[in-house]
């Protein structure tokens, strides 16, 4: 089988490296809040173009204690997208705020900015702007809306780490950038991990202090936070893996020129932008014969995924929000169409030519 990400072939190429700088770890005796974790902190920033990092335990969790950092809860309003994953709009309810969609481009599947002023109201606050499967969204237009209304924003650049708008680093124009290492991204680690970026001295401070129980002197605590840090060990693996991410990035962008040069005219394939360095988290093609190419896939051993069936508007949970189907119909129509192909940064060319003509004989009429 063909997999979307392939970890082993990953792990085998660093393996030495990775099992050193864990073993450094084992012998320093340091677990929880030490010197690795602290180095890949200082690390990102500076790569991101950013003043502060704070590793947290997921991705999840950066989102989360980025709303509390700012305030935001009950009463509350933040604008974000119907066409993410779960979390992004999770985090919002978890606070107690209410999330308020805004439909997306047909074209990079970001919030369309054309849409984002007419959902504004008394009761907004910030707006969680999702950069999806790597393509940066259109930051200026979104800082312009942001200054305009007084709103915070927030940068779920959860699957887009070192993907630039305009030559910044996503996740360094908002207020605060958010960053997954879930094993699957682009910078993975071997378990749940992740972080928030910011120049704001205030928010690095509180933000310190949100992740350790509230707390930034041991036993006094002068805020409700929560237990959320990343780990020594999975920092040390991931300070291995941060030195090829420009480098894999790079293979994953070549791989993706590659599938859009052969299957443009057979598949929809994703934009390509001037202004935006994309790093493909995913490279989702769409057709209106999804399922069927799915099955046909499969059957030549070949993975994907759907990446997203059913948009947050319509999610069960939400009900309550009053949203239907039919308020965002470019979501729901995508939903509908799009599907996940095999990328990542081991992917042989032996193997992307069997997945491209696997394609086109699906399209082909042989099947």
């Known amino acids: 089988m063909i997999a979307l990400?392939?970890?082993?072939?990953?792990?085998?190429?660093?393996?030495?490296?990775?099992?050193?700088?864990?073993?450094?770890?084992?012998?320093?005796?340091?677990?929880?809040?030490?010197?690795?974790?602290?180095?890949?902190?200082?690390?990102?920033?500076?790569?991101?173009?950013?003043?502060?990092?704070?590793?947290?335990?997921?991705?999840?969790?950066?989102?989360?204690?980025?709303?509390?950092?700012?305030?935001?809860?009950?009463?509350?309003?933040?604008?974000?997208?119907?066409?993410?994953?779960?979390?992004?709009?999770?985090?919002?309810?978890?606070?107690?705020?209410?999330?308020?969609f805004v439909d997306i481009d047909p074209l990079t599947y970001n919030m369309n900015t054309d849409l984002i002023e007419s959902a504004i109201t008394e009761k907004t606050k910030a707006i969680i702007v999702v950069h999806l499967f790597g393509q940066p969204a259109d930051m200026d237009t979104i800082m312009e809306i942001s200054r305009k209304y007084n709103l915070r924003v927030i940068e779920d650049a959860c699957q887009s780490l070192g993907a630039t708008f305009q030559e910044k680093?996503?996740?360094?124009?908002?207020?605060?950038?958010?960053?997954?290492?879930?094993?699957?991204?682009?910078?993975?680690?071997?378990?749940?991990?992740?972080?928030?970026?910011?120049?704001?001295?205030?928010?690095?401070?509180?933000?310190?202090?949100?992740?350790?129980?509230?707390?930034?002197?041991?036993?006094?605590?002068?805020?409700?936070?929560?237990?959320?840090?990343?780990d020594e060990i999975q920092a040390a693996i991931l300070d291995v893996k941060f030195r090829r991410l420009d480098e894999w990035n790079s293979r994953r962008r070549e791989v993706a020129e590659e599938y859009s040069k052969k299957l443009t005219g057979i598949v929809h394939v994703p934009a390509v932008l001037k202004d935006r360095k994309h790093v493909f988290h995913q490279y989702c093609i769409e057709t209106t014969q999804r399922d069927q190419l799915a099955q046909f896939l499969k059957q030549k051993q070949i993975e994907s995924s759907i990446y997203y069936p059913i948009p947050l508007h319509l999610q069960q949970?939400?009900?309550?929000?009053?949203?239907?189907?039919?308020?965002?119909?470019?979501?729901?129509?995508?939903?509908?169409?799009?599907?996940?192909?095999?990328?990542?940064?081991?992917?042989?060319?032996?193997?992307?030519?069997?997945?491209?003509?696997?394609?086109?004989?699906?399209?082909?009429?042989?099947?």
């Open 5 to 100: 990400v392939d970890l082993k072939a990953e792990y085998k190429v660093l393996k030495d490296e990775i099992l050193q700088s864990i073993e450094e770890v084992l012998e320093s005796g340091q677990f929880i809040l030490g010197t690795k974790g602290k180095k890949l902190e200082e690390d990102l920033a500076k790569y991101l173009d950013a003043a502060y990092g704070v590793g947290v335990a997921n991705g999840t969790d950066a989102l989360l204690l980025s709303l509390e950092a700012l305030n935001i809860g009950a009463g509350d309003e933040v604008i974000t997208t119907p066409f993410t994953f779960f979390a992004t709009a999770e985090v919002i309810a978890r606070v107690g705020a209410t999330p308020v």
């Open 169 to 230: 680093k996503v996740g360094s124009i908002g207020d605060l950038g958010c960053f997954s290492f879930f094993p699957s991204k682009n910078l993975g680690a071997y378990g749940d991990g992740g972080m928030v970026v910011t120049s704001d001295r205030h928010l690095y401070e509180k933000l310190k202090s949100l992740r350790n129980h509230g707390s930034s002197e041991r036993y006094i605590h002068t805020q409700v936070g929560l237990n959320s840090r990343l």
């Open 317 to 367: 949970v939400f009900d309550q929000l009053g949203y239907e189907e039919g308020n965002f119909p470019v979501s729901e129509m995508v939903s509908k169409r799009i599907l996940a192909i095999p990328i990542h940064s081991m992917i042989t060319e032996k193997q992307q030519d069997q997945i491209i003509s696997s394609i086109k004989e699906f399209f082909s009429g042989k099947t």
